[in-house]
């Protein structure tokens, strides 16, 4: 049972009784199955991990870790308390050894994607600094899709990563797109997504294009003049990073003229077979 204390009124502090759950006696007998003298040392846990869980590839050093990393003093070992709640922390999810093990054959947009925003951000949207750390940080973590906004430098003559109209610091293009590069597969080999915000001038978006295409290279995905009916798998994307972007706006405005004129033929031929047909 533990207490905290709440101010009330700026001037009296009250106290709560805060319950905490006990082990029930099922996880007390376990443990004292694998403990001496109500702690549960190193070998002990590796022994509770093996024979009890089945985690047979789990060594000694895990199990030290496991301690090292428990909230509870002492370090040489977990008391009853601390085993408890490792039994149900995240170190202890029944997940963790399942590995893949749904259907990755189908289309890429048939899941869904761990994905980060403002990837690029060591701290608040207003005044923090941009760096590629938290990205490594993010893709290290499983993060599979980073967002990076693109903006000109004050020069107009490169590329620079940062949170457009805030006072944020800048990190240039490049320098995150190599760390990219590095660490994209470090804890999956499933596609890495790059989503581009970008607000380029067409001569900046031709030097991105091209530092995306020199940095990235062989990994970089970039499918053929075909047209796809459904996006490829995630079977046959791994290893690869793909950039997700609106097109330009020239492009845009040029595909809805030429889209409005074909409308506009379309139209025009319709009343032409209906004017036929209404004079037969």
């Not at 997940?95 to 899941?111: K, T």
């Not at 294009?209 to 970089?220: C, V, Y």
């Not at 997700?244 to 595909?255: F, G, L, Q, R, V």
Request: proline share 5%.
């Amino acid at each position: 049972m533990s207490k905290q204390s709440y101010r009330v009124c700026f001037c009296f502090r009250r106290r709560f009784k805060m319950t905490v759950a006990q082990a029930p006696e099922d996880v007390k007998n376990l443990f004292e199955m694998y403990s001496e003298n109500g702690l549960m040392n190193a070998d002990g846990l590796h022994k509770f991990l093996v024979e009890y869980q089945k985690e047979d590839e789990t060594t000694t050093d895990d199990a030290q870790k496991i301690i090292d990393g428990s909230k509870h003093l002492p370090k040489n070992g977990l008391h009853v308390e601390a085993f408890f709640r490792h039994l149900f922390s995240d170190t202890n999810s029944p997940l963790v050894s399942l590995g893949v093990h749904h259907d990755m054959n189908a289309p890429l947009s048939h899941y869904f994607i761990f994905t980060g925003h403002n990837s690029y951000l060591t701290g608040n949207q207003l005044n923090s600094d941009c760096s590629d750390v938290p990205i490594i940080n993010a893709l290290k973590r499983g993060v599979r899709v980073i967002e990076l906004d693109i903006w000109p430098n004050s020069e107009k003559d490169d590329v620079h990563v940062l949170h457009g109209g805030t006072l944020t610091a800048p990190v240039t293009l490049l320098k995150c797109l190599s760390s990219i590069k590095e660490y994209a597969f470090v804890s999956s080999d499933f596609p890495v997504v790059i989503t581009l915000e970008d607000h380029l001038t067409p001569d900046l978006q031709a030097k991105a294009a091209n530092m995306i295409t020199e940095t990235l290279g062989d990994i970089l995905f970039t499918p053929g003049p075909e047209v796809f009916k459904e996006f490829p798998s995630l079977e046959t994307l791994k290893k690869r990073i793909i950039i997700s972007t609106k097109p330009p706006k020239d492009y845009t405005e040029a595909k809805e003229d030429k889209d409005k004129e074909n409308d506009s033929k379309s139209d025009k031929a319709d009343d032409e077979v209906a004017m036929k047909k209404v004079s037969s």
